[in-house]
């Protein structure tokens, strides 16, 4: 019996077309910007951003001159999307919000970035208080969590 996780995880990786991703969740919406804009005014010098999708959020930030972008790490569960972050120069790797390790296998120490970004994923947790609680201890100084729009898909229903 499939999970509504592992359902939700195919849903991204077999079929969400990039195409509807980027029409959904690309650069050129109002709030990223303004998102952009209030970390570089925060002087917050390394970012995660925990489900970073097709890297939107760092091309925004290179877009606003973000004086830090060499300390950005972004993380998703979907492979094909951290395949497309790599493609462009995004330092990404796959992970799972509900246990925040590295890309070598360790878990991320506490306290290792000044930001935490939880940017529109948690619409698409049943449960979310992992996501919430790694994001916290992660975080030095602030974890921005966002929900943007309602998710509403066949991933949520269990098969």
């Known amino acids: 019996m499939k999970t509504i996780q592992d359902n ?70 979907t492979p094909r999307w951290i395949e497309l972050c790599k493609a462009k120069g995004i330092p990404s790797f796959v992970g799972d919000s509900r246990n925040l390790v590295g890309p070598s296998g360790d878990k991320i120490p506490d306290s290792s970035y000044d930001c935490v970004l939880c940017l529109d994923i948690l619409n698409h947790q049943v449960e979310f208080e992992n996501t919430l609680s790694e994001a916290l201890r992660v975080a030095k100084k602030a974890v ?16």
């Open 8 to 77: 939700h995880l195919a849903y991204w990786e077999d079929s969400c077309l990039t195409e509807d991703f980027l029409r959904w969740c690309g650069d050129d919406k109002y709030w990223q910007h303004v998102v952009a804009e209030w970390i570089g005014s925060s002087k917050y010098q390394s970012i995660l951003d925990v489900g970073c999708g097709t890297g939107v959020m760092y091309e925004v930030l290179r877009q606003v001159e973000y004086e830090f972008l060499e300390n950005y790490k972004g993380m998703d569960i």
């Open 144 to 159: 921005l969590v966002s929900f943007f729009k309602p998710f509403e898909t066949p991933s949520r229903i269990v098969q």
